[in-house]
């Protein structure tokens, strides 16, 4: 599958057949090579600088440098609102969107896989800069990875819409600094509506399970009140 195409369960069992090994979420080209080289330099600052408390790390220098360069940068982003308007110049949100995003700093990331049984998935290691209690992920960074993952399993399936109801159970703690296993899949559908399905384990330890109702919507795109957008954040 080329960059261009689409990400779609259909289409892969069209070209490969009613098996195929897991299918990876198509890159974007980036909108300015060095935007991605910043965020991957400040990923390196965020997951240094985590859990440094009591560490006798001295950072007094540190803060000064990194001061320098907030106020180099500040001193010429557009506003906010242009900030907004511009994302959806290109590929909408998905280079920016704080879970894949290769643009968004606070994104782990996490590469998806479409995979032959109609569910996406995805194998990542979070680290201190998202604990929540002590050694584990915090339960809302657990339910913002799944929430992005749940529109991109129905992109996957050829389903789009909008969060409209989202619930979790926290079976077990889900734990930092180990491989967690992410899948999502369609279980339901009836005309604009959406019922998807998720899990995360961490070997064969069932964490967290979770069920989103998506519903079709639209809203204004930034900048172009004409436009709606209908979509999905993966498309």
Not at 26 to 46: G, I, K, M, S
Not at 59 to 85: C, F, M, Q, W, Y
Not at 147 to 152: K, R
Request: contains cysteine; hydrophobic residues 35%.
């Amino acid at each position: 599958m080329s960059d261009d195409e689409m990400f779609s369960f259909a289409q892969a069992r069209e070209q490969l057949g009613e098996s195929f090994d897991p299918l990876p979420v198509p890159p974007l080209p980036a909108t300015d090579p060095d935007l991605d080289r910043v965020v991957a330099e400040l990923r390196r600052l965020r997951d240094a600088s985590a859990a440094l408390a009591n560490s006798e790390v001295e950072l007094g220098d540190i803060a000064d440098r990194l001061g320098e360069v907030a106020g180099l940068l500040e001193s010429r982003v557009p506003s906010p609102e242009k900030r907004l308007e511009n994302l959806w110049k290109g590929y909408g949100t998905r280079r920016s969107n704080p879970v894949a995003g290769p643009e968004n700093p606070i994104a782990p990331p996490v590469d998806f896989v479409g995979c032959d049984d109609g569910s996406v998935m995805a194998t990542l290691t979070l680290g201190p800069a998202y604990q929540g209690p002590p050694g584990c992920v915090h339960g809302g960074i657990s339910a913002l990875i799944i929430d992005h993952m749940m529109g991109l399993a129905n992109h996957w399936a050829g389903r789009y819409g909008m969060t409209a109801h989202y619930e979790l159970d926290y079976c077990s703690p889900t734990p930092l600094l180990v491989p967690l296993t992410f899948r999502c899949w369609v279980h339901e559908t009836e005309g604009r509506k959406t019922w998807t399905h998720a899990t995360i384990h961490a070997g064969d330890r069932l964490c967290v399970e979770a069920r989103g109702l998506f519903l079709e919507a639209s809203v204004p795109v930034p900048g172009r009140p004409d436009v709606k957008w209908n979509k999905g954040d993966a498309t």
